[in-house]
């Protein structure tokens, strides 16, 4: 890893000074496959905004010679919009125990140094700080054969699964974004994938 390279924890205001570098961040990889997504800057801001200012939220923010370059958040499930937390609600495991993973984005020449084993070892230890018993996200379910799926893609599940994440059987949900190529927002198939924190 390069010896330049910072990976720490950001709450609150503190995530503001760099909110526009996040929010561009987050436009540059979501736009690549599998989310495809014409990101807005001005969404991508408040929603960063919004879910950093949740009690117990966390930033886990890399940054090279001061530039922001990836950047993984935490919070309580509690603290998640309907569309995530009803369908956890509706199971018989409970919100208040588990804590949600959102984003984690990394721009492509950064990757392959452990930076994403970062992302993951901050937050399953700042979750266990604040007594979550489970860690949970939810990524885009897309075909196999889709057609903006390039050839070298690295599919994420494996190193998931070795993280010891699994995905949750029957447990969806759909999220609406507008991706590259359509003419307003559509739902977006979402599989939740969850771990027990020892």
């Known amino acids: 890893m390069d010896s330049k390279l910072r990976i720490e924890p950001m709450t609150g205001h503190a995530v503001d000074a760099i909110i526009d570098d996040l929010a561009q961040l987050r436009m540059t990889v979501f736009a690549e496959y599998p989310y495809l997504y014409q990101g807005d800057a001005a969404y991508e801001r408040d929603y960063l905004r919004a879910f950093v200012a949740a009690r117990d939220a966390v930033a886990i923010v890399a940054r090279c010679d001061g530039d922001v370059v990836g950047i993984a958040t935490a919070s309580p499930m509690t603290a998640q919009e309907a569309e995530l937390r009803d369908p956890v609600a509706a199971t018989s495991l409970d919100p ?25 070892d901050h937050r399953e230890e700042h979750a266990r700080r604040c007594g979550a018993r489970y860690a949970m996200f939810a990524a885009v379910v897309r075909p196999p054969d889709h057609p903006a799926r390039a050839g070298d893609y690295r599919d994420l599940a494996p190193f998931w699964r070795r993280r010891g994440y699994a995905p949750v059987p029957g447990l969806v949900t759909s999220l609406d974004w507008q991706e590259h190529g359509e003419d307003r927002a559509s739902a977006k198939p979402m599989q939740f994938w969850m771990r027990e924190l020892d």
């Open 96 to 120: 208040a125990q588990v804590f949600y993973f959102g984003e984690s984005v990394l721009l492509a020449r950064w990757r392959g140094h452990g930076i994403g084993r970062a992302f993951f």
